[in-house]
Nanobody
Framework: QVQLVESGGGLVQPGGSLRLSCAAS????????MAWYRQATGKEREFLAS???????NYADSVKGRFTISRNIAESTVYLQMNSLESEDTAVYYC???????????????WGQGTLVTVSS
């Protein structure tokens, strides 16, 4: 069974940094792409960044230049490095993996359980 497990959330002061991790139960090459999303209280889930199986990255304008997505293939882990954090970055952060191959004509998507990031002084 495919599992994605996020970690690394917590409380950080404004201007600080945090690195989130998303560990996959299998090879991250099975996903295309893997992505990070977040959902603040009362708001819709928002795309942040993605990385394809061949390493191409994409970012939302709202985090470009502050957040960096990367991966460790050997550890089947994708990271989200977050710098210059602001109170508006407070949210639950989710990892999503889109299965690389179709299953019955669809590409299944898998979500982690989320990790809470709170930016506050």
């Amino acid at each position: 069974q495919v599992q994605l497990v996020e970690s690394g959330g917590g409380l950080v002061q404004p201007g600080g940094s945090l690195r989130l991790s998303c560990a996959a139960s299998g090879s991250i090459f099975s996903f295309n792409p893997m992505a990070w999303y977040r959902q603040a209280t009362g708001k819709e889930r928002e795309f942040l960044a993605s990385i394809t199986y061949d390493g191409r990255t994409n970012y939302a304008d709202s985090v470009k230049g502050r957040f960096t997505i990367s991966r460790n293939i050997a550890e089947s882990t994708v990271y989200l490095q977050m710098n210059s954090l602001e109170s508006e970055d407070t949210a639950v952060y989710y990892c999503k993996g889109r299965w690389r191959w179709s299953v019955n004509g669809r590409f299944p998507e898998y979500w982690g359980q989320g990790t809470l990031v709170t930016v506050s002084s």
